[in-house]
């Protein structure tokens, strides 16, 4: 199963990371009296910002110890401190700042590359408050069970899905190749239940085609291959004189803030892409390449309420610099930065670290991305195969 994650991320080095896993090594007999302080040095390293105050816990180990003095049961200790981890973060109380544990951290990585693992081959995001089926995924056990675009997904093994996140909702669906789960979908006011047996499944973040003399070039999410991807599908396209394209970004949650930064580079040369700002202070400004295949070619990008955070930042990239044409319905608004930064015993935290703006200073934060020309298209469509937003972007490349 894949589903949209509406993120913009910076990865880590994986040399440094290496280099790091090391010195730790070399020097573990140290961490006893002085872990605080090589925490600190690593995380220097990695070009994490460190902190050395201290929060007072006391009142924590005091629950802690009351807790376990009384409690009739068993308890798991690593549940609990990850339950206390979990508490403190999701205290700073914003949507993309979150902590992972070891097996949720794999989770969050095997999405964003693509290896889903066992899953109903869906792709998921949110329409309103509620979890709905964006995109059902060719010869999956979703689409041979008759699931279809536009579902909202009410219970999981008849547990209600109602008050789940996103994150929630595609961990308990995702499992083990060869099991089964029980699915619930509202459907135009009925209920319609699908037990579906989890498949392998792998869903490349690009693929393209020409359609006629148009090159359609289709992006799931930013990952790691995603720039490479879309470089040899955009020399594919200027080997064959294709002279119109469509980039198509509508339910693409985001990913590496990098990958946007290096397609944009197939139509910008040596442009701004992105400035990243903390305390509305310039931090960092992200350019293009000086390659670009397409530049000059005329391209219509299309979005929707799912394009987010990567998605926007490259269709807000092409837009300002005169690039593209946006065609759809408004972007999600996801106008911040997160950062991954490994924590003991596998886990992870998700951080926002500032916020984005477009090239013309635009902050998208809550308001997404306007289209050049506003195109509905209704699960009604999706279902039936019809696509009024490409249907309206050949028109305009045709003018």
Do not use: C
């Not at 964006?134 to 979703?142: Q, T, Y």
């Not at 997904?153 to 899905?161: F, G, H, L, Q, R």
């Not at 996140?165 to 308990?172: I, N, P, S, Y």
């Not at 000086?290 to 990567?310: E, K, N, Q």
Request: aromatic fraction near 6%; glycine fraction near 10%; charge should be negative.
């Amino acid at each position: 199963m894949s589903e949209p994650r509406p993120t913009a991320t910076r990865p880590v080095s994986t040399i440094v990371l290496i280099l790091a896993f090391v010195f730790t090594l070399g020097f573990g007999f140290l961490l006893g009296n002085y872990h605080t302080a090589i925490y600190n040095s690593v995380a220097s390293l990695l070009g994490f910002n460190v902190y050395n105050g201290s929060l007072d816990l006391s009142s924590v180990q005091a629950t802690y110890r009351a807790l376990k003095a009384n409690f009739d049961g068993e308890l798991d200790d690593q549940a609990l401190i990850e339950g206390a981890s979990r508490g403190l973060v999701e205290a700073a109380d914003d949507q993309y700042t979150v902590f992972f544990s070891q097996s949720e951290a794999e989770e969050f990585s095997n999405g964003l590359s693509g290896n889903i693992g066992g899953g109903v081959g869906i792709e998921m995001g949110l329409r309103g408050d509620r979890v709905t089926v964006l995109r059902v995924l060719d010869d999956v056990p979703a689409k041979k069970a008759g699931v279809l675009a536009g579902d909202i997904v009410i219970s999981i093994n008849d547990e209600s899905a109602e008050d789940m996140t996103l994150d929630e909702v595609v961990q308990k669906i995702r499992g083990e190749v060869g099991t089964t789960v029980k699915l619930g979908f509202l459907r135009d006011g009925e209920l319609e239940t699908f037990s579906i047996t989890r498949e392998e499944i792998s869903n490349p973040s690009v693929y393209s085609k020409i359609d006629g003399d148009v090159g359609v070039l289709v992006i799931n999410r930013f990952d790691t291959q995603t720039g490479s991807l879309a470089r040899q599908a955009a020399q594919n396209f200027a080997d064959r004189n294709i002279k119109k394209v469509v980039v198509d970004l509508r339910g693409n949650g985001g990913g590496y803030l990098t990958a946007a930064q290096d397609v944009a580079g197939i139509w910008l040369d040596n442009k701004v892409v992105v400035s990243e700002r903390k305390d509305g202070k310039v931090v960092d400004e992200l350019y293009s390449s000086s390659r670009p295949i397409l530049d000059g070619v005329p391209t219509v990008v299309l979005v929707d309420g799912s394009s987010a955070s990567a998605s926007e930042i490259l269709a807000g990239a092409l837009q300002d610099h005169g690039a593209a044409t946006l065609v759809g319905e408004t972007t999600f608004g996801k106008g911040s930065v997160q950062q991954l930064i490994k924590l003991p015993a596998g886990a992870e935290l998700k951080v926002t670290i500032a916020r984005w703006y477009t090239p013309n200073g635009q902050n998208i934060s809550e308001t997404g991305i306007e289209p050049d020309k506003t195109v509905e298209r209704t699960s009604d469509d999706v279902n039936a195969g019809r696509d009024p937003q490409l249907t309206a972007a050949k028109v305009i490349l045709s003018r």
